[in-house]
């Protein structure tokens, strides 16, 4: 193509934007331009709805937002008169089709396109249909100062409505793809099978530029690539790091189409995490921005000397600092002295303040108010939930004395089978291990044992002690109580909830496994009967491919039990 460049530089902004600041977003993007600009960039690709902050869930819904949303991009692309970097960011725009899921391409201070979602998602945590209308008609390449762009959106890659095919027939010779893809397990390998789908199919190289932070209960942990059109990984941007990095592409001089084909010759390969590397940065990713963006200074939990509470002590103070956190011991009559010591030993480690604060006249006093309602009956899990009831009252006193969130702490199996105490336990504005089966909670316990991860706050070494991890699991509710008591072995109770949850299977598949048939039965109706409580839990990190909440919808009121 005569006065076309053989050398284009491309930004990929990897940012942390906040839902609906929408000024906050552009200041960051501005400053994200300027970076781009000092290291040479041509051209600054942001992700998906940047400048509204992704979801943006029913605030589309708003127009005053999608006004301020379009307002902020236009005054974006009047920056770029300049004559630094050109931009493609995302926003929604109001159009008379619709309201979109948008991006803006800019260059020399003047909107070179628009271009509209084609598909939208609707399943797991996206509702995009509910707020945005798809995109008319599949628009071609943006011609950026000579090079044709393909710009298909998130989805648009991952769906069967061809909007990259139909790209490359329309001329693109690179795609570029603005993403907001939370994270779950597994995730990264998921993300490279679809794009090297996509340029398997068309041919072109293509590159990924993915959201970073958390929203609610969704981690976006960045990720960003690009692959070749000979199918190599050309760059890998590193996991959980907010940056500005710039990617060289060059054209190669052996394209069958005249033009030559692009590839991307240089730009950042970082190594990512492993399996419990990943999960605990993306627990102590959403912790961190559940409690900075909604403004909190700091948190506090109880500390109970079990495995659960560590771990959630522990991911506080990595994502906050020691000065942030405080834990709380509430014994009773029934806490062990192993506990007192578990807990104790695990503040000091972590270097967080520890309070001790008995519930012994608490208990007492609503025992003593109820005896007359209560006279003639047997103790039980009623006087036992006092007990979880009086610690959840005096967290939330703090919490509403100091101005403290309170980190609640059950995990994925006690979710799941209902063994967590309403008003109790379960009191809390956020729990980082909600999406963490217990079996995956002993795992990261101990890799957190043996590492710091980057951008964590807290110490190295041992900060949680071996104790707690070697320890059988106890509420202490009652004499020498343990949670085995009731459920079978937690690798057991595990591997039947991650059927039952992550892979809907029947009873008769479960059975199939090697699981008792009554015993199945059992989880399954537990996990049923459950679900009111879910609906009333804090939000937490989403770290399976299915968590309870945004992927799980299950009726309250349900009496479907599989028979099998």
């Known amino acids: 193509m005569n006065g076309a460049p053989d050398v284009l530089r491309i930004a990929v902004a990897q940012l942390n934007p906040i839902v609906g600041d929408v000024a906050g ?63 493609i960011v995302g926003t929604p725009l109001k159009r008379k089709s619709g309201v979109h899921n948008s991006v803006i391409v800019a260059d020399g201070g003047k909107v070179l396109g628009e271009r509209y979602k084609v598909d939208l998602p609707n399943y797991g945590e996206f509702d995009e249909k509910r707020v945005f209308q798809a995109g008319p008609e599949i628009a071609g390449p943006v011609n950026f100062r000579g090079v044709r762009l393909g710009i298909p959106i998130c989805e648009d890659i991952w769906g069967e409505h061809g909007v990259c095919e139909t790209l490359a027939e329309s001329g693109a010779e690179i795609l570029l793809v603005p993403n907001g893809s939370p994270y779950y397990r597994g995730k990264t390998d998921i993300r490279q099978q679809v794009v090297l789908r996509q340029v398997i199919e068309t041919g072109l190289p293509l590159l990924w530029a993915n959201q970073l932070g958390g929203q609610d209960e969704l981690v976006f942990d960045g990720a960003s690539f690009a692959i070749n059109a000979d199918h190599s990984l050309a760059s890998q941007m590193s996991q959980f790091e907010e940056f500005v990095a710039t990617t060289t592409w060059k054209r190669q001089p052996d394209g069958e189409n005249g033009h030559g084909v692009w590839a991307c010759v240089e730009g950042p390969m970082s190594r990512l995490p492993d399996r419990e590397e990943a999960d605990y940065r993306a627990c102590m990713l959403g912790l961190r921005d559940y409690v900075n963006k909604n403004g909190f200074k700091n948190v506090v939990l109880g500390l109970s000397g ?11 103070v990595d994502a906050l600092g020691e000065e942030r956190v405080r834990t709380v011991m509430m014994p009773y009559r029934y806490t062990s002295g192993d506990s007192l010591k578990d807990a104790e030993a695990c503040a000091r480690a972590l270097g967080c303040r520890y309070d001790i604060v008995p519930i012994f006249e608490p208990v007492e006093g609503f025992s003593h108010a109820l005896t007359q309602l209560f006279e003639g009956t047997k103790e039980g899990i009623t006087e036992e939930n006092l007990q979880s009831r009086a610690r959840g009252t005096i967290l939330m006193a703090i919490s509403n004395k100091f101005g403290s969130m309170v980190v609640t702490t059950g995990n994925k199996s006690e979710m799941s089978v209902g063994y967590a105490t309403l008003y109790g336990d379960m009191n809390g504005g956020f729990n980082p291990i909600k999406d963490l089966y217990k079996m995956q909670v002993y795992a990261l316990s101990r890799w957190r044992n043996s590492h710091v991860p980057a951008g964590a706050l807290g110490p190295s070494g041992e900060v949680i002690p071996h104790n707690i991890i070697d320890k059988a699991p106890s509420a202490e509710l009652r004499p020498d109580q343990t949670d085995q008591d009731s459920l079978p072995p937690y690798p057991v109770l595990d591997d039947i909830l991650e059927c039952l949850v992550e892979n809907e299977m029947g009873v008769d598949e479960i059975v199939a496994r090697g699981h008792d048939r009554e015993m199945v039965h059992r989880i399954e109706h537990l996990l049923y009967i459950a679900e009111y409580k879910r609906r009333q839990a804090a939000p937490g990190v989403k770290i399976t491919k299915k968590n309870f909440g945004r992927d799980r919808r299950y009726p309250i009121t349900n009496r479907f039990r599989d028979r099998g």
């Open 25 to 87: 977003n552009l200041a960051k993007a501005r400053e994200a331009r300027a970076d781009a600009a000092r290291q040479g960039a041509d051209l600054v690709l942001f992700t998906e709805l940047f400048l509204a902050g992704y979801p943006p869930e029913d605030l589309v819904l708003k127009p005053a937002f999608v006004a301020a949303c379009e307002k902020a991009a236009l005054d974006f692309a009047a920056d770029t008169a300049d004559g630094g970097p050109g931009v």
């Open 306 to 316: 079990g495995i659960d509470s560590a771990i959630c002590a522990a991911l506080a």
